[in-house]
């Protein structure tokens, strides 16, 4: 059965202290893994996709990457706007279904 | 482009009682998706279409759970009777050729 798995469920970081996230799969054939982010009250909000292991996507202070088992979403120097929920997705067959995470739940304070 | 657009934002409703959640996709988008999201279960996948028709609905949870998709431009998640559990944040996305997803920002319902 294909899985899902996102560590740590939460995070709080002081401005400035940069960390990972992690999004582990175990799926039959990946065809894509994508970065979602989600504030309190709105939908997720798309933020990557990645297609094959080694692929790295950078914006702003994010910067994801992806292997043949996990992809990491690296927050550098975060501020306080990056708070949010941060959800991975994969999709694993052609017509277009999405598997998510739990999420992680990331706080930065001043 | 405005994006994918639900309604209503906020629903309450009496246990019994049909809701009706309603959903435009971005236009020129041909896949349709029907997501409930709870802090106990995460965001699940209930349904979804492809060009109006349903490729996948069996994350629909009960038979009380209906959907349609009468044109490419509008699509209805129907809950009759409506029960406690249900409630949560019904979320409807769009994608163009089945990859990125693009969300609606979700109807808020409670039953009480």
């Known amino acids: 059965e294909d899985q899902v798995t996102q560590s740590p469920e939460a995070l709080r970081l002081q401005e400035g202290e940069s960390s990972s996230l992690n999004c582990s799969y175990t799926?039959?054939?990946?065809?894509?893994l994508f970065w979602y982010r989600q504030d309190p009250g709105k939908g997720p909000e798309f933020l990557f996709t990645l297609y094959s292991a080694g692929e790295e996507k950078e914006k702003e202070r994010l910067k994801a990457t992806l292997t043949k088992k996990e992809s990491f979403l690296h927050i550098t120097a975060p501020k306080p706007e990056d708070s949010a929920t941060y959800l991975c997705a994969v999709l694993t067959d052609s017509w277009g279904k999405f598997q998510f995470g739990a999420g992680t739940q990331v706080v930065v304070t001043p | 482009d405005a994006g994918v657009i639900q309604s209503p934002r906020h629903e309450v409703t009496e246990m019994g009682q049909e809701v009706t959640l309603r959903c435009k996709p971005i236009s020129g988008h041909d896949y349709l998706f029907w997501y409930r999201q709870t802090m106990m279960r995460g965001l699940e996948l209930l349904i979804y279409?492809?060009?109006?028709?349903?490729?996948?609905d069996s994350g629909m949870p009960e038979d009380r759970f209906s959907a349609k998709m009468p044109n490419a431009s509008f699509s209805t998640l129907k809950i009759q009777p409506s029960e406690p559990r249900d409630s949560a944040v019904y979320f409807c996305?769009?994608?163009?050729?089945?990859?990125?997803?693009?969300f609606g920002p979700g109807t808020r319902l409670l039953v009480l």
């Open positions: 799926v039959s054939g990946l065809r894509g």
């Open positions: 996305a769009s994608s163009g050729g089945g990859e990125t997803q693009y």
């Open positions: 279409f492809n060009n109006n028709v349903p490729i996948d």
